[in-house]
């Protein structure tokens, strides 16, 4: 785990080596154990690395002087042993035991198809002398970052937003598609990032570049298929998912440094947490965030439960607002973008103590996406259902979802009834599309709150069309594939966005067993009455977790995600924070938000909190990084 720079001039000789300096040391954060840099012609790289895979002799830039070719690399390869048992089985020398140097030998050996070897999280920078080439690439999930900024005059990769804006010709303003993407589903879309002319690596894609004319050329080696298979049941994919899930995570276990995993009582951190216990030395610490907030707010019951079974360490780690206020600003220096939940904080706080003990800790993430999770599936079907119901229709061509299937599985949406009140408001029974893109919208409780010419603006953005893109992949044929592949394109990489830089923030390593592309793979094959018949919130996961977890934990219909009492501390402690922030002079000139709309909106007594949220990350963006320009860690 590991952040680096890669800098391309179209004229030699143009790179300044304290420049490229500058711009790693803005990554310190990532990678506190080692610092690497290379000047070679019209090419520079720098290279800040967390030590995990052979800790002596992993510096980078690595070099392989047999085809003269270097690389950077951020993340993991979870393959790499395997993989080091072909490099030799074909006559090749490995130096060291580390995964980045498998990254050159396969390249030697296989060309550009070597990245679809590759089992892991990582984005890296290849550097071809010989051929006057690069490679980059960016994993199946997109679980580690990659940006990028392309100019007639030069090609500047890097792990975070912050490292390419150091440069003095990367121009500092905003993006305004990736504003109102933010406003709309508190994430982006594609490429776009809040920075114009800043690019993002997309997850699953390798770009080619020809050094000598900075041509680039970019393609996908690897993206969902929902080409469905008739004939595998639920006992097939069962037996198929207990297998991969179990290697999955006895391939990202491995690691020379200490490894623990986050707990937080919900089913995907609770099966990752018990599969790989066993496998690791004891004690073996799980982390817990809980508030001191009522009962609404608290899973600790449950992650006693699983840590007693699993007889792991449960680190309970109390979480108040003291903090809060504090570590805002210092986080959306992390992030370099606004992000979609306060989570990141709680989240970050998490990350601050599981660093004191462990280097690299396992996660949940990605279970809500891949296995259905997310309610808005079941609203969404319920929809579906009642339409075909009363019209006698099934627009699918089998039932996915009946009216009398559902029934039992509507226990799931308790807690969602104002969500479900905000989208019926909305019209009924309009096309799949419109009606999903309704249930994302965030914008309809917070347009008020911005400016007339902004809501003008905003209704003139193509974030619907955009959208529309992205939900009809030509493969998805039923309504739950076309949310899922939504999901798992546009929205996880936000959410893996968060995850990378909450850890990255205090240089932990976070790793997600269940976002193995084999277990994407095997799911997206799946009937859709196997995946998500009945709207069974993540019922094969449920399946799969029976037998390995406490039924209390297992059989679980509650979902807080990782639940927040932001509308208390923004009422609270963090009250006089808000307003200065939000009437500050800087702010209101912007001519954004609408004073006495947010006015009105602190001054009424129901919650507010995703509202506020979304305006006070807004300003905090444009603070950080369009006002003054950031420079380290501790500027911020």
């Not at 290379?38 to 002087?65: C, F, S, T």
């Not at 049941?233 to 069962?238: F, G, P, Q, R, S």
């Not at 808005?376 to 061509?397: C, F, K, P, V």
């Not at 506020?612 to 860690?633: H, K, M, S, V, Y």
Request: glycine share 8%; charged share 25%; with cysteine.
């Amino acid at each position: 785990m590991c952040g680096f720079v890669a800098v391309v001039e179209h004229a030699r000789g143009g790179i300044e080596p304290e420049l490229l300096q500058r711009m790693a040391d803005t990554l310190h954060h990532r990678g506190p154990d080692g610092d690497g840099r290379l000047l070679d012609g019209n090419v520079g790289l720098a290279h800040k690395r967390l030590a995990i895979i052979d800790v002596e002799h992993g510096q980078q830039p690595m070099y392989d002087p047999q085809d003269d070719l270097w690389v950077v690399f951020n993340g993991e390869i979870y393959n790499f042993i395997e993989l080091q048992a072909e490099i030799r089985a074909a006559g090749r020398t490995l130096r060291t035991r580390c995964d980045t140097e498998v990254l050159l030998h396969l390249y030697a050996l296989h060309g550009d198809a070597f990245v679809e070897r590759l089992n892991g999280m990582f984005a890296f920078f290849l550097y071809d002398k010989k051929r006057a080439r690069a490679l980059v690439a960016r994993d199946h999930f997109g679980i580690k970052p990659l940006y990028f900024h392309l100019s007639p005059e030069r090609l500047i990769y890097a792990s975070e937003i912050k490292a390419i804006i150091a440069h003095p010709a990367v121009e500092r303003a905003p993006d305004w598609r990736g504003v109102h993407d933010y406003v709309t589903f508190q994430h982006g879309l594609d490429d776009v990032t809040f920075f114009r002319g800043v690019h993002k690596v997309q997850a699953g894609h390798l770009q080619t570049i020809d050094l000598r004319t900075l041509t680039l050329t970019t393609r996908r080696f690897w993206e969902p298929s929902y080409a469905v298979d008739a004939s595998l049941t639920e006992a097939d994919a069962l037996e198929q998912l207990g297998a991969l899930v179990d290697d999955a995570v006895r391939l990202q276990v491995r690691s020379d440094v200490a490894v623990g995993a986050h707990l937080s009582g919900g089913i995907d951190s609770s099966l990752v947490t018990t599969l790989a216990a066993p496998l690791c030395e004891r004690p073996f610490p799980a982390f817990h965030g809980k508030f001191d907030a009522g009962p609404d707010f608290d899973e600790t019951a449950h992650a006693r439960a699983v840590a007693t079974h699993a007889g792991v360490e449960l680190v309970e780690i109390g979480i108040d607002g003291g903090g809060f206020v504090e570590a805002l600003p210092r986080l959306m220096w992390h992030m370099d973008e606004p992000v979609a939940g306060p989570g990141v904080y709680p989240q970050y706080e998490v990350s601050k103590v599981a660093a004191t003990r462990v280097k690299v800790a396992l996660g949940g993430q990605g279970g809500d996406e891949l296995f259905c999770g997310y309610a808005r599936y079941l609203i969404g079907y319920l929809e579906q259902a009642l339409r075909g119901a009363i019209r006698g229709t099934n627009d699918e061509g089998e039932h996915v979802v009946t009216l009398a299937s559902i029934v039992p599985n509507l226990r799931f949406l308790e807690q969602y009834e104002p969500a479900m009140k905000r989208f019926w408001a909305r019209g009924l029974f309009d096309e799949p599309d419109a009606r999903y893109f309704a249930l994302l919208d965030r914008s309809g409780g917070c347009l008020d709150a911005y400016t007339g010419d902004f809501r003008a603006q905003h209704a003139q953005a193509d974030v619907f069309a955009r959208f529309q893109t992205v939900f009809h992949h030509p493969q998805t044929q039923s309504y739950i594939s076309k949310m899922r592949n939504f999901d798992r394109v546009a929205s996880l990489p936000a959410l893996l966005h968060v995850e990378d830089r909450v850890s990255m923030a205090v240089s932990l390593e976070s790793r997600v067993p269940l976002l193995d592309y084999r277990v994407a793979n095997l799911l997206d094959r799946l009937p859709p009455r196997v995946l998500f018949g009945g709207g069974h919130l993540k019922h094969l996961l449920r399946r799969l977790a029976g037998d390995r977890l406490p039924a209390t934990v297992a059989r679980r219909t509650d979902k807080m995600g990782f639940p927040f009492p932001l509308d208390v501390w923004l009422r609270g402690p963090a009250r006089d924070f808000v307003h200065d922030v939000l009437f500050s002079e800087a702010c209101v000139g912007r001519g954004l938000i609408d004073v006495p709309a947010v006015t009105r909106a602190l001054e009424r007594r129901e919650p507010f909190s995703r509202k506020l949220w979304g305006l006070l990350n807004l300003e905090l963006w444009f603070r950080t990084f369009i006002d003054e320009r950031p420079a380290t860690e501790t500027a911020a």
